[in-house]
């Protein structure tokens, strides 16, 4: 029995649509659909029927389906025991995370790494949510820390699990002309200014862009960036203005460098760790669920 196709009826299951699931899998149609009909020809039954709603498992394929996916959890599993038989010390869990949120979630994982996850080695790549999104579709990383935005916006395949919402707060030069305000911001004031925008089509760059169009207005928008930390660094300059999540800006404005202002009409945005639907191994599912735990907190 081929390992591959298994992935492959797995991933139909999950999406319901061979449709979905090859472009989950980023093959054609037509490859996903041969291989399940050889897997379905060696067990000797049909895993899937057709409705009009897409796809369902018949019930013999839903029961075969059910271990299968319990039996590939054993075989990544493999691999950690193959590491511990060479005598290597660690996992290794790979996360993704967007720009700007170090302030908030590092001082969180590296509080007390070695006892809350011992024999674990974190490798942490920082990109803007689009990238993590993809970087998880390809399976480079195993969980990515962003901002959850519209569900129908989500990748399919992804998951994801709320860790703390925030406030959007807006940030200017310390001696940008609104420093002297005393009320929240109102939005509407808002329309003339140059501003610093993040991707307007996902994350918290389109919760930013939609706090204007809910106005019926748009933005006057003087460049658009990928990352928090060059958002901030425009700003400090003196370059634009821009809303972040008030909590990765901290720094700088204890330091100074920036003044935040709460805004009218207010808005939380929540930062959720995403991930595959497909499990982990064993022990990287524990560490997940560990460090899940830890950013929490």
Known sequence: ?????????????????????????????????????????????????????????????????????????????????????????????????????????????????????PGVRLDILTAPTKNIFNELHEERIDAGIAIESDPDRLPSGLIFDRLIDVEMALITHPKHALTRSKQPVDIGRLLAEPFIMSELTVGYGQVVFTLFTDLGIRPNILAVVDNIETIKMIVQSGGGIAIVPRACAENEVALGLLKAFSIAPARNVAFSLFRRREPLSRRKEAALLKLREMLKA
């Open 1 to 117: 029995m081929d390992f591959r196709q298994l992935r492959y009826a797995l991933s139909v299951y999950k999406e319901r649509s061979f449709t979905k699931a090859a472009k989950r899998l980023n093959i054609s149609q037509s490859a996903v659909s041969e291989q399940v009909k050889l897997l379905e020809e060696e067990i000797g039954f049909e895993l899937f029927r057709r409705t009009s709603g897409g796809v369902e498992s018949t019930d013999r394929g839903r029961t075969f389906l059910y271990e299968s996916e319990r039996v590939m959890g054993d075989l990544l599993s493999l691999s950690d025991t193959a590491r511990r038989l060479r005598g290597a010390l660690s996992d290794t869990l790979t996360i993704g995370m967007g720009s700007g949120m170090a302030q908030i979630f590092i001082p969180r994982m590296f509080a007390d790494l070695k006892s809350d996850l």
